[in-house]
């Protein structure tokens, strides 16, 4: 009996040796999701009424982070229900790299935004830490922005508007130009002569 004890006791610790020593298993820590060529809708919790498409050359997914990673993005935009609960484009966005929060705001270092309404382009810039943000609830903000209209163009800091542009606050720096007889109109989202 003292020496099935024997030979159960040294199986167990020859057991417990082999797998001591074997190889650890990759960390679960950095894990996540890479996708090449990826067409990918946000439907914003804070903004029931957006839904953002975007296509990508690579998406990267940071379940830690809670974060997805848009890079080479081709084509973005948000997508708006009018009146009659119809999707209507409402604006563009082209960015080098775009960065979706675990509150699906959007995060980028510069990004260039047109929105359909009124022909605005604005190329909005980072500075130091300061991001670009595209907040679901509020609208955007950056610390330097240019914007191209038919009725004006201009560079500004300290931006902060929300989508429709009724509350946009910013700070204008000289040179600004204004047209009050633009020779261009916005007409369905394209610039015509007048």
């Known amino acids: 009996m003292l020496r099935i004890s024997v030979?159960?006791?040294?199986?167990l610790l020859l057991f417990g040796l082999v797998f001591a020593l074997l190889p650890a298993s990759p960390s679960v820590r950095g894990s996540g999701v890479t996708l090449s060529n990826v067409k990918l809708q946000l439907y914003p919790a804070q903004d029931?009424?957006?839904?953002?498409?975007?296509a990508a050359g690579q998406i990267s997914v940071d379940p830690e982070k809670g974060e997805t990673s848009l890079d080479q993005?081709?084509?973005?935009?948000r997508w708006v229900r009018n009146g009659a609960g119809q999707l209507q484009e409402d604006m563009t966005i082209n960015a080098t790299k775009l960065v979706i929060d675990n509150?699906?705001?959007?995060?980028?270092q510069q990004a260039r935004l047109y929105t359909l309404a009124d022909c605005?382009?604005?190329?909005?810039?980072?500075?130091g830490q300061q991001e670009v943000i595209i907040n679901q609830q509020?609208?955007?903000?950056?610390?330097?922005?240019?914007?191209?209209?038919?009725?004006?163009?201009?560079?500004y800091s300290d931006i902060r508007a929300n989508f429709d542009f009724s509350n946009f606050q910013a700070v204008l720096d000289p040179g600004a130009e204004f047209h009050t007889a633009p020779p261009t109109r916005c007409v369905n989202g394209k610039i015509q002569t007048r």
Not at 103 to 108: E, I
Not at 120 to 127: A, D, E, G, K
């Open 48 to 54: 029931p009424r957006a839904e953002w498409r975007f």
């Open 138 to 155: 509020g609208g955007y903000s950056a610390p330097r922005g240019e914007i191209v209209s038919p009725v004006q163009s201009g560079v």
């Open 120 to 127: 605005s382009t604005f190329t909005l810039s980072s500075q």
């Open 7 to 11: 030979l159960a006791l040294t199986a």
């Open 103 to 108: 509150q699906d705001n959007l995060h980028a």
């Open 73 to 77: 993005l081709g084509q973005g935009a």
